[in-house]
Nanobody, 124 residues
Framework: QVQLGESGGGVVQAGGSLRLSCAASGRAFSRYTVGWFRQAPGKEREFVATAGWTGYGTSYADSVKDRFTISRDNAKSTVYLQMNSLRPEDTAIYYC?????????????????WGQGTQVTVSS
């Protein structure tokens, strides 16, 4: 069983930056695809970014491309989301997730494990 814990959320002004972290318990972190999703008030949860096994690439939602960067440190069993040039519309609860596949995927149903989420609020 894998447990995930997000941190790094908070309140930031528009144009600012935050770095989210997600630490995983359990073994074989390197053999999971990792993903970040978010859910804004009154909206469905949506894909943000994903990274496959090392060397298998990354993928981003159009709304965050060129502003957000996903990265992973397999030695620390941790995935990061660097968020720059934040906008009020980025306000949401951000969730990390792991999928037992090699390749990056935007499909939420393929993710086996989910964190509890961390709140990000961007003020205008």
């Amino acid at each position: 069983q894998v447990q995930l814990g997000e941190s790094g959320g908070g309140v930031v002004q528009a144009g600012g930056s935050l770095r989210l972290s997600c630490a995983a318990s359990g073994r074989a972190f390197s053999r999971y695809t990792v993903g970040w999703f978010r859910q804004a008030p009154g909206k469905e949860r949506e894909f943000v970014a994903t990274a496959g096994w090392t060397g298998y690439g990354t993928s981003y939602a159009d709304s965050v491309k060129d502003r957000f960067t996903i990265s992973r440190d397999n030695a620390k069993s941790t995935v990061y989301l660097q968020m720059n040039s934040l906008r009020p519309e980025d306000t949401a609860i951000y969730y990390c997730a792991l999928a037992s596949i090699q390749f990056p995927t935007t499909t939420q149903a393929l993710y086996n494990y989910w964190g509890q989420g961390t709140q990000v609020t961007v003020s205008s």
